[in-house]
């Protein structure tokens, strides 16, 4: 073994360097199933505290749901705990077809592929169908997983103001010299809960033949009318070449992801994708979860319907009470705060109110720009949010903020 | 050629609403995020196709390329800008 102290040394200096700048993130630990009221202990070792969860990618209310719990108990007992394989070896199982086959169907494309995550789905899909004689043409605030996918394949890079029609058409003109285009882009963006485009983009994408990805995991399952997604939204499906999704997300948030798209993309990262090739395959209880999620999704839209209402009363509600949101109609609503510190010391405010709340700063967004992040559920009923609000409002209240816009919150505070 | 190369970086890389951002010839692009790396392809194909030039991949490096003084350099350097 050869930890040196030295090395000892500039670890340590590194981790309080983060800790002086405030930065540090530390874990509260949750003693009860995902949902809507969770049980928290934090700090460590603090009796639990009963708290409405307002930062769970739970959309759907579907993490803890009985039909789900059940189906991954009956594949645990009939399919086992894990296959301890990739999936070209002994992997795959009849159920990870048919999810795959069941993913393809709700999301209106012509073949799907799980992954691991979809942070594997992005790390994957670039390197396995582009290289150095394409390029690939991303919007500026997509997920860090499609940036770190983008380092590893070879392909020319170049980017586009965000959401900025204008600036991708002017960058697609630049590269009708390359083999191929791709257009990337979230569905949903998650920091600010705003839709991309869809329909202008794939517009573009077939005046200056490019293809279109879009990693969809903030909108998958509750975005469009029967919630396949933004490219529902846009009224845009079939015409999305690549789709990246989560099943850790509105979908059960369990674990795993997909490449859901062009058959001959799906199956070269069959062939190709690193992520794929050497990572274990999914737990059965996990398919067998996602399967029922399916399922109930495509049974009834009134989850998302819920989910469409519940968002509503809460941007209405933020809204009147006089704080600055950022207008869309995602189920992700960022309470814009601009000082890092003023973003930490409401979410902790709201946490001894009872609501669990995280404040976002820089450099999970750009500088200037702290907020705290809420997100709705399906799972939230109207008290559950009518109390939330009142907590904002007085909290809010403490800090003077209500009614202020940007330049007053920053004249009050500093950026 | 420092004003022409900052009003391309304002234009291209800036955001409306990046109003309070101050930028000047030794303003940090890249380390400070102004740039972002998966673009500089368009920084260099507008320096080359301004100044006549070619720049070779080795000299459009991210750290040749963290502020429009050090721009100015590379593009010199290789003939550019007439002087």
């Not at chain 1, 020319?156 to 590269?175: G, I, R, S």
């Not at chain 1, 399922?295 to 809204?319: A, H, M, P, Q, V």
Request: aromatic share 8%; proline share 3%; hydrophobic share 40%.
């Amino acid at each position: 073994m050869a930890y040196s102290g030295t090395l000892k040394q500039a670890y340590r200096s590194e981790l309080n360097t983060i800790e002086e700048k405030g930065l540090l993130k530390e874990e509260r630990y949750i003693h009860s199933p995902q949902a809507a009221h969770i049980e928290v202990e934090f700090p460590q070792g603090a009796d639990l505290k009963p708290v409405i969860n307002l930062c769970a990618n739970n959309y759907l209310g579907l993490s803890s749901h009985p039909e789900v719990i059940e189906a991954a108990h009956q594949a645990l007992d009939a399919r086992g705990y894990g296959l301890s394989s990739v999936r070209f070896i002994c992997g795959t199982q009849d159920i990870h077809r048919e999810l795959e086959g069941r993913l393809t169907e709700f999301l209106r494309t012509e073949d799907t592929i799980l992954f691991p995550s979809c942070l594997d789905a992005n790390a994957g899909v670039f390197e396995a169908v582009l290289g150095p004689e394409d390029v690939i043409i991303s919007d500026r605030l997509v997920h860090a997983s499609i940036v770190d996918g983008i380092r590893l394949c070879k392909a020319v890079t170049d980017t586009y103001k965000h959401a900025n029609m204008q600036h991708l058409e002017q960058k697609l003109e630049e590269h009708q010299d390359k083999r191929a285009r791709m257009i990337v882009t979230d569905g949903v963006f998650s920091m600010d809960g705003d839709l991309a485009p869809l329909d202008e983009i794939v517009a573009l994408g077939e005046r200056y033949d490019a293809m279109v990805f879009v990693d969809d995991s903030h909108g998958t399952g509750f975005i469009g009318k029967t919630g396949r997604g933004v490219h529902e939204h846009f009224g845009v499906m079939g015409q999305i070449d690549v789709i990246t999704t989560t099943l850790g997300k509105a979908l059960g948030g369990a674990s795993g992801g997909c490449v859901s798209g062009r058959k001959e993309v799906v199956e070269l990262c069959r062939q190709r994708a690193r992520p794929y090739l050497f990572s274990n395959t999914m737990a059965p209880p996990i398919v067998a979860g996602a399967l029922k999620v399916i399922e109930i999704l495509s049974r009834s839209t009134e989850r998302r319907d819920t989910l469409e209402e519940n968002t509503k009363f809460w941007r209405n509600g933020l809204t009147e009470a006089g704080f600055v949101i950022r207008d869309g109609e995602s189920p992700i609503v960022p309470v814009m705060l601009f000082n890092a510190k003023l973003a930490q010391d409401i979410a902790r405010d709201l946490y001894a109110q009872g609501i669990y709340v995280i404040g976002f700063f820089f450099p999970v967004v750009p500088q200037g720009q702290a907020r705290i992040r809420t997100q709705l559920s399906a799972d939230h009923d109207l008290p559950m949010l009518e109390q939330a609000l009142d907590a904002f409002r007085k909290v809010g209240e403490k800090y003077g903020i209500l009614g202020l816009d940007k330049k007053g919150i920053i004249e009050k505070y500093g950026m | 050629m420092e004003d022409v190369i900052l009003e391309y970086i304002r234009n291209e890389y800036l955001e409306d609403d990046d109003d309070d951002v101050e930028l000047d010839a030794d303003t940090p692009l890249i380390s400070s995020g102004i740039v972002d790396s998966f673009s500089m392809v368009s920084l260099k194909r507008f320096l080359e196709k301004k100044y006549d030039i070619s720049l070779p991949d080795e000299d459009a490096s991210a750290e040749a390329f963290d502020s429009v003084r050090s721009i100015i350099t590379v593009v010199k350097k290789h003939g550019g800008g007439g002087e």
